[in-house]
């Protein structure tokens, strides 16, 4: 008999359903499936896999309203924050749809002598791509790297959180009526275990998930040589310059730090704010958070959080901060009136960097905002974490912000605009530190689900290199000589 997952909804408590647990000997079934149908699959090309992936994506947006639905009751966010998945993900769907016939379009590129060879480079799939997603954005985080798999001619075995796992059979239910194969995409539920033996059966793996995990993740997939991408947690800071319209700046952090509770890896987590504006952006702050409105249902701005674990977390970094001098302005208490784990959106201030809040990932609606002298203190602060992943810099110096962007060691960074990046489908999005390695989305986050081939063809006259071993004849020293001289001078003839 297979063990059951029992899902709630974090709002009610209520069951939703149950899903049952796959064991390793039925991780390594699917992935055998998975791996005889994917010569098939490849053979279809890649035209018409992004056919099939375009028809998915216009059913998604015809049956959105259920998708909705499914992603409120598993994860307790709200109504906006979950069409904010359905909208990114179809975004995605049609960028990848669109672009990858040319992305994955054989490529010709100058051989040695470009006369006499010809070299081409191929995009070949991986084989069988093993997702593991997490709970926090149930479908888009599944689905914006499932696209992008399966449109390269991988086939695919999702594994999605224990938590939230329905969510990802419905997309994967919508993939199978527009015609992709059962066994070119398949899902297996489980919890730690079931996503070990994924790991250890897969030809490549996408993670999405804590720093932690990650790591292990990591080690698994190099002892075997497996490529693997990774995107962890994040601790993104928020610049507020002394230029800055501060009733956007606060709008933004509002946006940043709140979307979906707090809970995204992208979350506005640390806030530096010039000592020029300070006070005056903190009162804007504190007089916005009250109006906020809690729940689920439309029109309401923050959700409830997923799990006592991730409320746990955010009560004893609040408590942490408090204990060390911090302030709380705004918020800061359970609301058990709206449901068990909804938490009060929270401003802390007179924050420093000795304070858990101001260098672990919080994962909840919780605003840290520190004083600071200037714009440079602001970037060594904001780069004094051991995550990488997102940032955002508000000041009417367009100009300006975009160069210390550039300064900001992150995957990304938004200028006025926090979030931006998931908006941007043909731009990359990743981390640098413990925040990541590869990237999702544009061309990159389509290339890591494939592996190149490239071939050379000699058509070297035998008159120029007589067969058998290399002869450094005169002539083929003057041939040398002579490309050489093209490379140095003419550089529309460089490789």
């Given at each position: 008999?297979?063990?059951?997952?029992?899902?709630?909804?974090?709002?009610?408590?209520?069951?939703?359903?149950?899903?049952?647990?796959?064991?390793?000997?039925?991780?390594?079934?699917?992935?055998?499936?998975?791996?005889?149908?994917?010569?098939?699959?490849?053979?279809?090309?890649?035209?018409?896999?992004?056919?099939?992936?375009?028809?998915?994506?216009?059913?998604?947006?015809?049956?959105?309203?259920?998708?909705?639905?499914?992603?409120?009751?598993?994860?307790?966010?709200?109504?906006?924050?979950?069409?904010?998945?359905?909208?990114?993900?179809?975004?995605?769907?049609?960028?990848?749809?669109?672009?990858?016939?040319?992305?994955?379009?054989?490529?010709?590129?100058?051989?040695?002598?470009?006369?006499?060879?010809?070299?081409?480079?191929?995009?070949?799939?991986?084989?069988?791509?093993?997702?593991?997603?997490?709970?926090?954005?149930?479908?888009?985080?599944?689905?914006?790297?499932?696209?992008?798999?399966?449109?390269?001619?991988?086939?695919?075995?999702?594994?999605?959180?224990?938590w939230t796992p329905f969510s990802a059979h419905h997309g994967v239910e919508w993939m199978h009526r527009v015609g992709v194969p059962a066994d070119v995409i398949q899902v297996v539920d489980g919890a730690a275990e079931t996503g070990a033996a994924l790991v250890d059966t897969a030809d490549c793996i996408a993670f999405t998930g804590s720093s932690a995990v990650g790591r292990q993740v990591a080690l698994r997939a190099a002892a075997r040589l497996i490529p693997y991408s990774l995107e962890l947690g994040g601790k993104d800071p928020l610049l507020v310059l002394a230029d800055a319209d501060l009733d956007q700046a606060a709008a933004g952090v509002l946006i940043g730090a709140l979307e979906n509770a707090g809970q995204a890896c992208t979350s506005t987590e640390r806030v530096y704010v010039d000592a020029a504006v300070y006070a005056a952006f903190v009162e804007r702050l504190r007089q916005r958070v009250p109006d906020l409105m809690l729940g689920t249902a439309e029109g309401h701005h923050v959700g409830s959080l997923t799990s006592a674990r991730e409320l746990a977390r955010v009560e004893a970094q609040i408590a942490d901060a408090v204990s060390r001098g911090a302030q709380v302005i705004a918020g800061g208490q359970r609301r058990p009136d709206l449901g068990p784990l909804f938490f009060e959106p929270t401003v802390l201030v007179n924050v420093d960097h000795t304070m858990q809040v101001m260098r672990e990932e919080t994962f909840g609606p919780v605003m840290a905002v520190m004083r600071v002298r200037d714009s440079a203190e602001a970037v060594r602060l904001a780069n004094d974490s051991a995550y990488g992943l997102s940032g955002t810099i508000y000041t009417r110096d367009l100009r300006q912000g975009a160069a210390l962007a550039r300064q900001i060691d992150s995957g990304d960074v938004s200028v006025n605009r926090p979030l931006a990046i998931w908006g941007a489908a043909a731009a990359p999005m990743g981390g640098q530190k413990s925040s990541g390695s590869g990237r999702r989305n544009g061309p990159e986050g389509l290339l890591r689900f494939v592996t190149s081939q490239t071939v050379v063809v000699d058509r070297i006259p035998r008159a120029l290199v007589p067969p058998g071993l290399t002869h450094l004849t005169p002539r083929v020293r003057s041939w040398i000589a002579l490309r050489r001289w093209w490379l140095r001078f003419l550089p529309f003839l460089r490789p």
């Open positions: 008999m297979p063990a059951f997952l029992d899902v709630t909804n974090p709002v009610t408590g209520a069951l939703i359903g149950r899903v049952p647990t796959a064991d390793r000997a039925e991780v390594e079934a699917a992935v055998a499936r998975a791996r005889a149908a994917r010569p098939a699959w490849e053979a279809l090309g890649t035209r018409a896999r992004a056919r099939l992936l375009r028809r998915w994506a216009d059913l998604l947006w015809a049956e959105r309203e259920a998708a909705i639905r499914v992603i409120c009751a598993e994860t307790g966010k709200t109504w906006v924050g979950a069409y904010n998945e359905l909208f990114v993900t179809d975004n995605i769907s049609l960028y990848y749809s669109g672009h990858a016939p040319r992305l994955l379009r054989p490529q010709t590129r100058r051989a040695l002598f470009p006369v006499f060879q010809h070299a081409r480079v191929y995009y070949r799939p991986h084989g069988v791509v093993g997702l593991i997603t997490p709970w926090n954005y149930p479908f888009l985080l599944a689905f914006c790297d499932l696209v992008p798999a399966l449109i390269a001619g991988n086939t695919v075995i999702l594994k999605p959180s224990e």
